[in-house]
């Protein structure tokens, strides 16, 4: 079968999380042209060594030569690249969840560097050859899991690899689903011969038809060879056995066969009870109609393809969502999501791990136990009990996020069952569990029912474990298509197993839907190099370009926000900031209370920048007006004030000025003293009849730039740019770590985009939002607000076009490190808050900056443009003036943009 | 104790532990606690300082050369002497905000008592240096023309002086006042982040719907994220009141801290349900980070700590009454400067406590309404 040398040779690989060591010493040749697997428990690390071949991981111990070349060596992963193909673990975890089928398809052909029409052409045949064609518009999302890895797998042939990896494809995914996502690969595979499938299962059945594979366990693998020998060499029948017969003998203790002693209740004993319940989501009906009886302590597993409401009903069951119609009585009371006693009884388990995966295991199991009030002295004792039983005391101290799905699975049961629940409604729960896991798992279950008479309605996709249930039920498209005991449906269908009855039943309802299209090859020679030449390649950033603004287009609230978000915010902070000091409270202590003194608190009232208050009556009242924040400014007038002026004594008013804000504080000297320099003129001018020199010579001012010294008119130019730091940087920061944290960051591993394609692709999609942003904001500041741009509008666009490009690279640089969206967000919040509002010259001139502020002022694109804004708004600038702080300003792109391109990884650490 | 009093206790440990283990985010609230507060508030200043004057002297006198060595720091920096024909295009490039403008023969017109004048030519794109700056000049040259001609000439004699007095901050120096309002914007940030964060990210994780199966509900939920982020976020400000603003800038405090930790607490309520009910608006992170800025930074700056509110325009001041962070701002200058007392700050407190409980209300009729659709 195997033909040539190995298409992977790996020696002595190792690799470690921290301290956890998940493959050590892997030496292993994986032969070419043929379907090749890893068979083995969760967490054993495969695929860990699944992603070290596809070159998606960095190498940290031993080689890995893959297609003949070093894969420690960057250029040649970068010339092996194109002829690798990767799908990772998890349904659709490369896919772009809000791309309809085709975009996701066209955009891994340009990745690849397919064109125009042959691109066109591969697309609808691998849309046609895998039945995706009726959805092509339907949103990655949508889909049902077997259609995801359906798409996920045309994603991955788009360019006609050579080497095909495939890490737990069908996990997850219904029997009728995963029996027509094989039939593809075999297709693929006929057509092109010498195409190598390398895939990680844990489907036994799945791994017998394989031609080669290898069994791993601990990091290490127990034994290679074809099925049948690995069978011959345990001497056993099935895979199963036979893995479990190759386990080191520790491992295989207490190992039998799961024995399900036949239920014994009482028929009329019903613990849920539902009827015609139903439930649509506008126009689509997730679950039609279906009844449902389980009687108290049976075993009651419910089968069907993904997405056919096998998660609604049970939701329905639990109360966490409200059937549409029909009802559902659990232990004979009808279901309520607000009792508190109900759920108590009943434990629930979700279909996608959800759990906290920030907190150690142990941490889980006793913040459960605390929120079901198992007292205090029985709590540490059921949680060492609940760790044992599962399997799981030596977890105890792990992150439970960190944790191989298989054992976070365990945990979730363990949780599900702290608080000895009645009733246990669990949702797929050994989805991506090995078989060992499983029938242990099993055995739990069958405890629970048997021993404990606890009611058990349990859903998933393994026939086998169908086949142990007491009664199940057959669902599909929201319909109960057929419930009886297992062994009575696989009679009346007249089948050979449950699989096939099951597949019977799902081609009976859905008729024969499956298309047997052509898989199409690129003809020789036609096929290019997959783009692994050229260093910079303007199509695949344009791919990235084009996936990010169609992303922020189907989101609404994202596009609203991004596009007037700013300009809601320029309208408040235009209208609200105001550097006029007007208004200001103030009150006298009038001591004495003559014509004199009225006459000189009557000018002070009369000035637009003072509001009287009502008098103050003493020192005290005084303290504690001014205390309260009530009064800005007090006056003290002395006694006998207008008696000593009559007399021609000197006379001293007294002043008090809150200076709890000092720039107010500040600017209300400046008036008093104004007022009342201007209030002696005029006193002597009445008393004498001439006007007073009070000085040898006059100050002219004169406010340039804004005659009317207007507070718009100053903040305008300076908020615009403040606005168009926030917004463009969080849109940007957000951006390279959600894929990081939602795992498509695995396409900028796995194809040959370059990080600077990925990153300027990513900023180019801002960076546009943006600009319309601007052009909105500009709108509003000159014809809404009425503050006229005197400079160049086009001098002005260029700048913004600048700015803008380094305020999304500096939230580039900010995604490229961080690890999760919460940081980037905080990060880019607070560091762009910090520099722009402080030291950017919004209220402070650059040039008055002191210290470490000054320096960081520099430091960051704000200031340059600031002083450009202001130049062109006010001043009427031009290009000759402000080309000194365009050029360094521009300085900023490529400094971030390589910044965040050396800290961002082209593989996973 | 209480069922419902354990789970809300429980539930907030947990937060916490998920806290602890977010080590970035730690790292983060640390620098903006103490760094970011000491950088901030020395840095900047609204007040003059520093500014950058120019002379365009084309008397050439004793006297000019005076008023050109008058300017000197804490608020100018030394006058630089320069050409009539560079005038505008320092003023256009921002290199100074004054340039003086001493006419010819102004030595000789001012001892003949023909009063000239001198021109000061202000930036006015930066309004608060320019407006204190211009008092100062006059201050300054006047000064310098009086005494020069002290003796020369007679000059009227004042008879009413005024004695300024300036409570509370007497020398006016900035970073009293940035490093208390840097902290309270750090206050109302951080809340709002840290429980806007923690929804969306449970929900992201699908660990809301798991916890409505258990004998919890939303209100619970809800108050064990107000009270663990608040408690993080007290703790940091009373650390960063007593060693950064007391102990490294020196900044004096006047009341008691325990009355504006009091009331911090309160402002905290309110702002961590600001947070819950963003963290329910949006669906996902990145829309969180939009809808945080929007409202976040009209919080902060039209809350009364960085311009006067009295100041801005009636129907602002009238919306920003709604804002905790508004009467929070007027409370901590209360205290902290003023050395205010209960008896004053009271309507304060209350009123923030009556903001919380609204936010706390909507937040929580809000958050039940999308667990209920959510889980669809």
Redesign the interface.
Known sequence: MTSGGPVARLGGVGLSYGKVEAVSGVTLDVPAGCMAGLIGPDGVGKSSLLALIAGVRVIQRGTVEVLGGDMARRDHRRAVCPRIAYMPQGLGRNLYMTLSVRENITFFGNLFDLRGEERTRRVDELMAATGLAPFADRPAGKLSGGMKQKLGLCCALIHDPDLLILDEPTTGVDPLSRQQFWKLVGRVRARRAGMSVLVATAYMEEAERFDWLAAMDAGRVLATGSPAELMARTGTADLDAAFIGLLPEERRRGHQAVVVAPWSGDAADVAIEAKGLTKK?GAFTAVDHVDLDIRRGEIFGFLGSNGCGKTTTM?ML?G???PTSGQARLFGSPVD??S?ES??R?G?M?Q????????SVR?NLM??A????IPRERRAARVAEVLDHFGLAKYAAD?SGDLPLGIRQRLSLAVAVIHDPEMLILDEPTSGVDPVARDGFWRLLIDLSRNRGVTIFISTHFMNEGERCDRISLMHAGRVLACDAPAAIVEAHGAASLEEAFIDVLRGSMGEGESEGEIPVAEAGAASDGGAGRRFNPRRMFAFMGRELREVLR?P??LV??LL?SV??LL??G???????????FAVLDRDDSPESRD?IYNMSGSRYF?RQSPIRSTAGLD?R????EL?VALEIPPDYGKD?RA????????????????????I??Y???L?AQ??KD??LRSTGIA????????????????G?E?L??MV??VLPLLLV??PS??T???VV?EKELGSITNVYATPVTRLEFLLGKQGAYVLVSMVSYLGLMAVSVFWLGVPLKGSFVTMTLAALVFVSATTGLGLVFSSF??????A??????IT??VT???S?L???V????????V??QLFPMSYFI?IS??LF??A?HFG?IWPDFLKMALFVPVYTLASALLLRKQEK | MNRRLLNVYNLGIKELRSLWRDKVMLLLILWVFTGGIYTVSKAASQELHNAPIAVVDHDRSVLSERIVQSFYGPYFLPAERIDAAKEDAGLDAGRYIFVLDVPPDFEKDVLAGREPDVQVNIDATSMSQAFIGAGYIQNIVLGEVNAFVAGKRESADPVIATEAHVKFNPNLISFWFGSVMELINNITMLSIILTGAAVVREREYGTLEHLLVMPVDAIEIMLAKVWSMSLVVLAATAMSLELVVKGVLGVPVAGAVPLFLLGALLQLFATSSIGIFLGTVARNMPQLGLIMILVILPLELLSGGVTPRESMPRAVQMVMEVAPTTHFVALAQAILYRGAGFSIVWPRLLAILAISVGFFAAALSLFRKSLARSSG
């Not at chain 1, 001014?626 to 924040?629: E, F, Q, R, V, Y």
Request: hydrophobic share 40%; no cysteine.
């Open positions: 989501f939701k639990t966490l969502i409200e999501a607000r508190i759920r108590r009943v629930y979700t996608s791990f959800s759990l906290y995966g920030e907190l941490d913040l459960h605390r929120l079901f009030h992150a989101d609230v994202r926000f991004s978000g809601i915010l408040v902070l209208y609200g900031i105001t550097f006029d000091v007007e208004h200001l409270r000189y509001d504690r001014m205390a309260d924040g800005a002026l021609g004594r000197d006379v001293t008013i007294g002043v008090w000025i809150d200076g709890s804000m000092p720039f107010r504080g500040e600017t000297r400046g008093i003293e104004g009342h209030y002696l006193l002597t007073a020199k009070s000085s040898a010579a006059g100050i002219q001012v004169r406010y340039r730039y804004n005659q010294f507070s008119y100053a130019p300076a926030f917004i969080i849109l920061a957000l951006g959600r961080v690890r999760t969206q919460v940081a967000l905080a990060g880019t919040a607070v808050l910090l509002v402080t030291f010259g209220t402070t001139p040039a008055s900056l002191q210290g470490p502020g000054s960081l002022g002083t202001r130049g006010t001043k600038l003036n």
